[in-house]
């Protein structure tokens, strides 16, 4: 079943990130305009997302990734 989402629904998510985002900063922040170094401290990606991350750049070289099994 296809849910609609409500300008109301949409606005609460965007209220909870933000205040998830101060959590995480102690500032009001978002993870747009926070530095890379920053974000890598406080929000390093997971395993599957740093083998995702390096399989693309090895794509973006036309090389085959020794990240992914093949």
């Known amino acids: ?3 609609l989402k409500t300008s109301a629904s ?3 998510r965007v209220q ?3 205040i ?13 305009r926070v530095s890379y170094e920053l974000l890598l401290k406080t929000s390093p990606p997971s395993d599957k997302t740093k083998t995702t991350y390096d399989a693309n750049i090895y794509e973006e070289a036309g ?3 020794p990240c992914l099994k093949t």
Request: overall charge positive; glycine content about 8%.
């Open 20 to 32: 998830r985002q101060y959590e995480r900063y102690g500032r009001e922040i978002c993870n747009g």
């Open 10 to 12: 949409i606005r609460e």
């Open 1 to 3: 079943m296809l849910q």
């Open 63 to 65: 090389e085959p990734s």
């Open 16 to 18: 909870a990130v933000r």
